[in-house]
């Protein structure tokens, strides 16, 4: 599965790979389920360049795999910190790919008081939305409150790794207090 608009920077839409037995039965539920478009040349033009651009790396510093890559550095220098398994939690625990869920044990009011107060110092927002996770819900027995995707893309691969971690620390360490 290949999301076009988070992997690629396109407009809506996925590519569903596998078995040709696979793809057959997915496409029987695909049109079921009223997605049989007229044309998808709207959709394939963007996600052939969001291809060219993001998995080639054509036309821009980082390739996807460099983005990845990034990512799987700078979250393993913040799970280094021994307080950051006491607040939250990445998921999966080493990314897959660009992206990845962070897991908080405090409220979004909290979270967002503390991301602002180590913006002061770091001037650097480890989040910009935040969701709460409801109480049904497996991880909310487990303590954790809030949650975020973190997504290596274009706009923030260029900033520098220690960058990351520190404002993470900093935003960890602000957390952990009582």
Sequence with gaps: YISFY???G???GAMLM???EFCDEARVWLRRFGGNLYTLLPYAAPSWAGYRRHVKGQGLSMSFLDKFNKLKRITEKIESDTD????ARFNPRIPETNMIHVYLKASSDRCE?????????????IFTRIRSIAEDDHRYSSGYRTSFEWTMGEANSSIEDESFVHAWRQFISILSEK
């Design 6 to 8: 988070k992997g690629l």
């Design 10 to 12: 396109s407009i809506s």
């Design 18 to 20: 596998g078995e040709k």
């Design 84 to 87: 950051f398994s006491k607040v």
């Design 113 to 125: 008081s503390v991301r602002d107060k180590a913006f002061e110092t770091t001037g650097f927002k």
